[in-house]
């Protein structure tokens, strides 16, 4: 099949062209009215549309287009310290200070599979410190930093507040669903969650820390999360594409414990939730101009309730905000499990192959599904 020589952006990219070319042969009207950012890549399907003075789903911004890359107007190409392999990118984060940058040229790939495994470390970015790499600059696929063991407790520990980490593409080493070992574990009779995570798991960037920008960057392959906030405020994840994060039971894109974030410009494809949360008090997430390119486990926007917790509540997060995103797959788009303590608001999002509100998103009380854009051109 062809399909085994394409990379895993072109992928992406093939099944988010394909999901689009399915729903204008099912609806020409919908083609006949789609709005794009001809500025950016004009090969690139649109993602939004204009009713009056309204949009809905996902448009581009003046930094460049979804999903980062070429086209993206905030890219940075050089730094204070340039590094060329895992040894010395470990000594320039030990010696960066805040407001310097650490540069990655983007034909180079760190791999951190050996030292991962022996050493069980993480790269440690300090507080203000922004590591970068200059994808989609000149045409530059931007520097890879990899691990290929199933054990990945992290790659990237957020040391402070205040980091960057830009135009970084960031492989995990699982991109695997393994439905049959869920199966096992919690089907009829089976041993349940000791047996299921006795399979190791692997997770990305994690921080402790708010105000993490991380931008540009191609993030996959991680079991459990790409992006976990545990704690912190002000974290904003935008102009990324996010994917391939499936493990069944885990998989997320970005997922949050006691922490909020904004989440913007991403494409997200094939992951089991793009967005997750704990559902404790004080998390939730702003989640605006993101695609969600047509492949998923399971919904794809998510907030656990106090039932997931076993916690004797019901508090699904604290306040999320859902709108101006793009929902190109059948599955549910937002699931909220529970109530949350402010509100949930799930407004002029596009879900072209859902029929209404009731298909598109299952919550409680507080949260307030109206004004989107359905299927057959219907808004409510």
């Known amino acids: 099949m062809a399909l085994k020589n394409f990379n895993r952006r072109q992928f992406v990219t093939a099944a988010s062209l394909g999901s689009l070319a399915a729903l204008s042969s099912i609806n020409p009207a919908i083609s006949a009215e789609f709005n794009s950012a001809p500025e950016f890549d004009k090969k690139e399907k649109p993602t939004w549309k204009k009713i009056g003075n309204e949009i809905y789903g996902a448009k581009a911004d003046k930094n460049g287009p979804i999903g980062g890359g070429k086209g993206y107007s905030k890219g940075i190409t050089s730094g204070d310290y340039t590094v060329d392999s895992?040894?010395?990118l470990i000594d320039a984060l030990s010696k960066a200070k805040a407001g310097q940058v650490v540069f990655i040229p983007g034909?180079?790939?760190?791999?951190?599979?050996?030292?991962i495994y022996i050493d069980k470390i993480m790269l440690k970015i300090p507080q203000g410190v922004t590591l970068a790499s200059d994808r989609g600059y000149n045409g530059s696929a931007g520097a890879q930093i990899t691990s290929d063991g199933l054990d990945t407790p992290g790659m990237i520990s957020i040391e402070g507040p205040d980091v960057r980490i830009s135009g970084i593409r960031l492989q995990g080493p699982n991109s695997k669903r393994y439905l049959d070992h869920h199966k096992r574990a919690f089907g009829p009779g089976g041993p349940g969650h000791t047996y299921y995570y006795k399979f190791p798991t692997s997770r990305g960037i994690i921080s402790k820390f708010g105000n993490l920008e991380i931008d540009n960057c191609e993030i996959s392959a991680f079991a459990n999360a790409g992006v976990s906030l545990q704690?912190?405020?002000g974290n904003h994840i935008h102009h990324n594409l996010i994917h391939q994060c499936q493990y069944n039971?885990?998989?997320?894109?970005v997922s949050h414990d006691e922490a909020s974030s904004t989440i913007e410009f991403n494409q997200f494809n094939e992951n089991r939730h793009s967005l997750a949360g704990t559902g404790k008090p004080g998390c939730g997430y702003i989640a605006?101009?993101?695609?969600e390119m047509g492949i998923s486990l399971s919904h794809n926007f998510d907030m656990h309730g106090g039932r997931d917790r076993k916690d004797n509540t019901t508090i699904a997060g604290t306040t999320m905000e859902m709108y101006n995103n793009t929902f190109l797959g059948p599955q549910r788009a937002v699931v909220i499990r529970g109530v949350p303590q402010d509100k949930c608001e799930v407004h002029h999002n596009w879900m072209p192959t859902h029929k209404d509100a009731a298909s598109a998103?299952?919550?409680e009380e507080k949260t307030y599904t109206t004004n989107n854009l359905y299927a057959d051109g219907k808004v409510s």
Do not use: C, P, Q, W
Not at 107 to 115: G, V
Not at 249 to 253: E, F, K, N, R
Not at 288 to 291: F, I
């Open 361 to 363: 998103v299952k919550a």
């Open 231 to 233: 704690k912190g405020t």
């Open 86 to 88: 895992l040894e010395s």
């Open 107 to 115: 034909d180079k790939i760190i791999d951190m599979t050996t030292f």
């Open 249 to 253: 039971g885990l998989g997320y894109g």
């Open 288 to 291: 605006r101009n993101n695609v």
